[in-house]
């Protein structure tokens, strides 16, 4: 199985906490350190960005952390070879107003930001009611043509940090190390129990 075709058949896996073998070997196969992974989609701003923000979104702690399982370098695989081009088109559209915004709050490049600074201009974008929350998923449904011209930075904008948010918490669920590590894993189940208690569920399961 080639990589486009694997990589396709895991976005169709939604909804699992773990993927087929297949198709995790994927995820686990993406393990070139941050620090000299080339993208194959990504620029160098957007590498920057990507990695600061997966890294916000889901900092390492007591569990592994979203740079841990190497979610940048699955989501630059994602764009490359899986996204329509009308969706690349997007999220370079936004991630270029993202450094735009962040050059104009900050003084200086992405390149040269800090995750607090990655952070704090993230927090600007989501801190929103619930109300507002609702207004802005509604409006990232709409097509780009139907966006009128005065709305279309702040939908670009958005439609790239959904992005980053969707990859990053599909990439980390769907990776073998959360599923065996973090999540309750058992490749052989047991008996079927069907009316139990939740505290003896305990931890979610990824199988």
Known sequence: MDRRTALKNLTM?????VAAPTL??????????VSTWEPVF???EEKKMV????????PESAVVGGLDVNIPQFMDLMFKD?????????????AQLFATR???????SVLDGKK??????????????????????????????KVLRDKKDIYNVYKFLLFVRYYSIY??????????????????PGDYKGCISVEEVGNAWSL
Do not use: H, W
């Open 116 to 145: 607090d600074e990655f952070e704090e201009l993230l927090t600007q974008y989501f801190n929103l009611s619930e109300s507002k929350s609702k207004e802005i998923l509604r409006f990232q449904k709409k097509p780009i043509d």
């Open 171 to 188: 990439g980390y669920c769907t990776s073998e190390k959360v599923g065996e590590e973090v999540l309750s894993y058992d490749p052989i």
């Open 42 to 44: 990504f620029t160098a």
């Open 13 to 17: 896996s939604m909804g699992y906490a």
């Open 102 to 108: 962040f050059k104009e709050k900050f003084g200086i």
């Open 51 to 58: 990695i600061q923000l997966v890294d916000v979104i889901i």
């Open 82 to 94: 899986i996204e329509k081009e009308s969706n690349q088109k997007l999220f370079r559209n936004g």
């Open 24 to 33: 995790v070997s994927i995820l686990s196969s993406c393990t070139t350190e």
